[in-house]
RNA sequence: GGACGCAUAGCUCAGCUGGUUAGAGCGCUCGCUUCACACGCGAGAGGUCCACGGUUCGAGUCCGUGUGUGUCCACCA
């Protein structure tokens, strides 16, 4: 049965159909084989609370491609999804929605919050998948996972727990970035640090003896009620003599000391540095080295708290500007300039972070950094591309303990429980009574940080701690593919997390991709609304043109810019695929054309074959490289410049022929385009089906097709070589012609005079075709009295001359082509008569420039001799 | 204060371990209803590969310095 294709594509039409044609086929599920290696890649799962961004659509077309072209490899390919319950992000967007309905959480209370929780992940959580399924991602959604399932809990709570007994999950009362909007504590990684205009304001402290006084500069002077020293560097001969001695604080009144650490820069400010231990993470250090009192002024909102005295109540901001009016009132207010420097915010809600002293649960990370960071220097994980290894090198190897517990419901509760006894229980199950004292114990209220439970995602997916045949199988996962922004977040925590827990690396490579950028260079964000929807994209252009064009000119690493013009382009290719499927499937008779019978081979389906046959070797080894932008030109450049603009321009005269000529192009038109299928089908999931099953096939996908693959039996160099001075020779006519404006429906005789007559006289009719001939002589030499010469280094084409032709411009335009070939032969000769260069350059370098010196050579003969005979002709 | 990326055609970008006449897409010019495709066909124009110095027979590619630009890290109050 033949099937007729309309004359342009229409993606919707046929995205949605084929989507589900692979989903009731079951072509994404991924079976454990041992007749198969697994390869397997988990994807970064998106938050419940988000929508599908370009981002997204970038990261997910990269792990799509590789993992169909596994899967066509003959690998047992997994591509494992799910969502991340994101905790800080969906608890802010819950209690967001809460507040318009003048709700708080205490009015809901823990039971009641949770319940809204699950419906809102209910709601929204599909949602995500549903795009991915847009845009073709073959993940293996039986195996979808949620990072607060019961499964993904239950590895939390194992880790937790083998850790705490380890002595590497400890609590204790130590200074974290508090974020006061978001009213919980959160890691350093989650501070973002942004640079801003401030003041540095230089106070004075009297001494308490009546002396004098000693002067402090601070950007923060709201912080001065919980001062309890003031520091100097123990070298500055400035300050000794005044160690020792105490001040009176202003505005509060209090006697502090004046002390001397070497944290203090003599050369920075004025030298003496205020002490708040409570609000500043290194004068918290200095405090712990001199036992100094930590006065804490500051309520979780950042209020002045009761500590503050006149000044409770008031924001940390209006703080600020009250204890300043009233220093400078005082007369302690002695200079005010301006400065730059650096604030912390919420990543999340870009509050400006309050550093406080908190009981919290950390990771102790020193004795799980180390194997992390050999694990990457041993390359049992790569970076691609490497200089991202550098970076997590250098944070690794200078962490800090991780801050993990949180201030929040909706996320993995501390498996831990305290008794009035003093004792605490950590235990993976739940427990009502203290072991110790029988007594009732209450559960810690905080959750972790959603990271400590993304930190397991490729192993807690496959089933651990239970040892599944799923984690056997398909761990360690093979590569992970993410953008550079969650290095630390998550790479890195999943890499010294996999090898505590599993003893081996989560994934092999990390192949790191740029950000997507707006086509002015800026972040797409949801603020400046200048971010495309992807989902309005395919709409328009289809999938398979938004993802081709995401890849194109795409290089790991490397940030990039989304251009609508960009995916018109790709839906333009797409376009001409269609159309040559469509101009083959017109040709094709009734039944499918038998496989081409190599003996019958022409000299242009080598050439085709042989074009094919390196492209699909060299698009295997950039994939392998992970140069998915290298890959993606080739097949394109392949498809559309050799396939199209050639073969098919070829095959066109000989599908005029009759019995096995016929037979065997249309048979090396199938095998081309079924080959072109399966090679771009990776990158262009839906058209190539579409294609591919139009086509005679075996097989019910393309997504299980075998991946073309190098084969020595297809490389025809001599056969390219050959089909390439017909090439030559019909560009050169077609050269001379446009600049003879001579309009395409003016056909001439073309008479090619060329030591290679048999091979021309064969391609005469291709000639005759492709470069407007009304016919073709071939002859071993000719007068060309009379007519304009195309000269090529095998040939010189001869066309009539007539009246539009000037023989002045014709003079011209050869000598310019003689003058071009002479300068570029000059440049080769001098290389090879350089003795060092014949010597040290390799020979294949060498031999190439004998070749075109060669190539050169012939050219400026024949076109002096077309010269030569056109100056006797005029 | 450290570390890193980028600087190549009018625009956006490729260019792997040094050797091609430096490429692509878009844009531009000229010509074309050539029986798959105007989302097309054919032919073109357009580049001191940021600057300077070095290594080498040979540098867009490697090294150094500088300029511009961007990012990450870092407790200078």
């Known amino acids: 049965m033949q099937k007729q294709l309309s004359k342009t594509y229409e993606p919707s039409e046929a995205e949605a159909r084929i989507y589900a044609d692979w989903e009731r086929g079951g072509y994404f599920h991924a079976q454990i084989d041992s ?156 501070v973002e640090y942004t640079e801003k205009e401030g003041h540095f304001w230089h106070l004075r402290y009297p001494f308490s003896d009546g002396s004098g006084d000693i002067q402090v500069a601070t950007t923060r002077p709201e912080t001065m009620l919980g001062d309890t020293a003031v520091a100097v560097n123990p070298e500055d001969e400035r300050y000794t003599a005044f160690i020792g001695k105490t001040v009176i604080l202003p505005l509060v009144g209090r006697e502090i000391p004046i002390i001397a650490d070497s944290y203090v820069e003599k050369d920075f400010g004025t030298g003496a540095v205020k002490i708040t231990p409570a609000h500043d993470p290194n004068d918290f250090e200095v405090g712990i080295r001199h036992g100094l009192p930590v006065i804490n002024v500051m309520t979780e909102e950042a209020v002045i708290n009761e500590n503050g005295g006149k000044y409770a109540g008031l924001s940390r901001f209006d703080a600020r500007k009250s204890v300043l009016a009233d220093l400078d009132a005082g007369g302690f207010l002695l200079k005010t300039e301006p400065m730059k420097h650096n604030v912390g915010v919420c990543y999340r809600c870009q509050t400006v972070v309050e550093p406080l002293i908190s009981k919290q649960w950390f990771v102790k990370m020193a004795p799980l950094a180390a194997p992390a960071v050999e694990a990457v220097k041993k390359g049992e994980t790569r970076f691609v591309p490497e200089r991202f290894g550098k970076i997590y090198l250098h944070w690794m190897e200078n962490i800090r303990d991780w801050c993990i517990s949180r201030q929040l419901w909706w996320g993995h509760r501390i498996p831990a429980y305290y008794c009035g006894c003093g004792e605490v229980i950590v235990s993976a199950r739940k427990i009502t009574g203290c072991p110790k004292c029988g007594g009732k114990v209450t559960r810690d209220p905080d959750t972790l940080d959603t990271w400590f439970s993304s930190a397991l995602w490729p192993f807690s997916t496959l089933g651990w701690p239970e040892n599944t045949e799923d984690f056997n199988y398909f761990y360690p996962t093979d590569t992970l593919v993410t953008m550079y922004d969650i290095i630390f977040f998550w790479v890195a925590r999943m890499i010294f997390s996999g090898l505590e827990h599993t003893g081996q690396v989560p994934f092999k ?327 060092s260069f014949t010597q040290k350059a390799p020979p294949t370098v060498v031999e190439n420039q004998r070749e075109t010196a060669k190539r050169l050579e012939q050219v400026i003969k024949k076109a002096q001799e077309a010269l030569n005979s056109l100056g006797s002709s005029v």
């Open 35 to 190: 007749e198969k290696q697994p390869y397997t890649i988990v994807i970064p799962p998106p938050n419940i609370t988000g929508q599908l961004h370009m981002g997204h659509a970038l990261d997910n077309t990269l792990q799509d491609i590789l993992i169909r072209w596994k899967r066509m490899m003959g690998y047992s390919a997994l591509w494992l999804p799910g969502t991340d319950h994101a905790s800080i992000a969906t608890e802010a967007k819950i209690v967001a929605r809460m507040k318009e309905e003048g709700l708080t959480k205490e009015d809901l209370g823990r039971e009641g919050f949770l319940k809204r929780a699950w419906e809102w992940k209910e709601v929204y959580g599909g949602r995500i998948i549903q795009q991915l399924k847009k845009l073709g991602s073959s993940c293996d959604w039986e195996r979808e996972r949620f990072t607060l399932d019961e499964g993904c809990n239950r590895a939390v709570n194992t880790v937790f727990v083998r850790l705490y007994e380890k002595g590497l999950i400890y609590r204790g009362e130590r200074m974290i970035n508090w974020c006061p909007h978001c009213l919980t504590s959160i890691s350093d990684a989650e």
């Open 509 to 835: 490579t990390v192949f790191i991709h740029g950000m997507m950028r707006d086509e002015l260079g800026r972040k797409m964000s949801k603020s400046l609304g200048n971010g495309p929807d992807p989902l309005e994209e395919i709409e328009k252009y289809g999938a398979d043109a938004l993802r081709f064009s995401l890849v194109t000119g795409n290089s790991p690493g490397n940030d990039m810019r989304y251009y609508a013009e960009k995916v018109e382009a790709s839906r333009n290719f797409a376009n001409k695929l269609w159309n040559a499927a469509r101009f083959i499937l017109m040709n094709l008779g009734e039944n499918p054309p038998p496989p081409y019978l190599p003996d019958d081979l022409r000299i242009e389906d080598k050439w085709v074959l042989s074009k094919f046959n390196r492209v699909a070797g060299e698009i295997n080894e950039n994939l392998e490289k992970f140069e998915l932008g290298l890959a993606v030109e080739k097949i394109h450049n392949f498809a559309w410049d050799v396939f199209c603009d050639w073969y098919i321009e070829v095959s066109k005269t000989r599908l005029r022929e009759d019995g096995q000529a016929v037979e065997n192009v249309a048979a090396v038109l199938v095998w081309v385009m079924n080959g072109i299928a399966r090679l771009l089908h990776p990158f262009m999931p839906f058209i190539t089906e579409e294609i591919w099953q139009t086509l005679p096939h075996t097989g019910e996908t393309v997504m299980l097709a075998p991946y073309p693959q190098f084969d020595p039996a297809l490389d025809f160099s001599a056969a390219e070589q050959n089909f390439e001075r017909i090439m030559a020779a019909i560009q050169a006519i077609r050269n001379l012609r446009a600049e003879m404006k001579v309009p395409p429906s003016k056909k001439a005789h073309v008479t090619i005079a060329t030591e290679f007559g048999e091979l021309f006289e064969a391609c005469a009719p291709y000639i005759t075709r492709l470069a407007s001939a009304s016919g073709v002589t071939v002859a071993k030499s000719f007068s060309g009295e009379g007519y304009a010469r195309a000269v090529t280094p095998d040939a010189v084409a001869y066309l009539p001359v007539d009246e539009l032709c000037d023989p002045a411009a014709e003079t011209a335009r050869l000598q310019k082509e003689l003058d071009s070939a002479r300068a570029q032969l000059a440049t080769v000769n001098a290389k090879l008569q350089n003795e």
